[in-house]
């Protein structure tokens, strides 16, 4: 199991240069945890690709649907102190923390290509495995 951010999830269903890493990466381990607070993120980036005319609204709506299903069990609630104590220790928002914390509640691993978090919190952050 380990916590990915919600970057992590839209490389999934957005074409990226990270595409073919998230997908390795939910092949070699598809226990994925996160935060509630993914939803809020990956709605946000849905709304960007429909308003950049990236993705249309039954397109977005169809990868809203598939990512939540894959999610489905995966999701956490997150300590306010954890999150907080985050935020003391980085220059990480609190958002970002949300992911941080969570790894640390649940004694994983949080998978991100965040060079932020990736500095700040080198115990509980690695990016996604290169090809």
Known sequence: MIVVDTNIVAYL????EF?????????SDPDWAVPLLWRS???NILAGAIRRKALGFDEARRILAEAEGLLAGGEHEVDSQRV???VRDSDCSAY????V?????LSIMLVTMDARLLKAFPKLARPLPAL
């Open 13 to 16: 269903y957005l074409e990226s």
């Open 84 to 86: 907080l104590e985050r």
């Open 101 to 105: 914390a969570l790894a640390a509640q």
């Open 96 to 99: 970002d923390c949300e992911f």
């Open 19 to 27: 595409t073919a890493r998230a997908e390795a990466q939910l092949r």
């Open 41 to 43: 993120e990956f709605r």
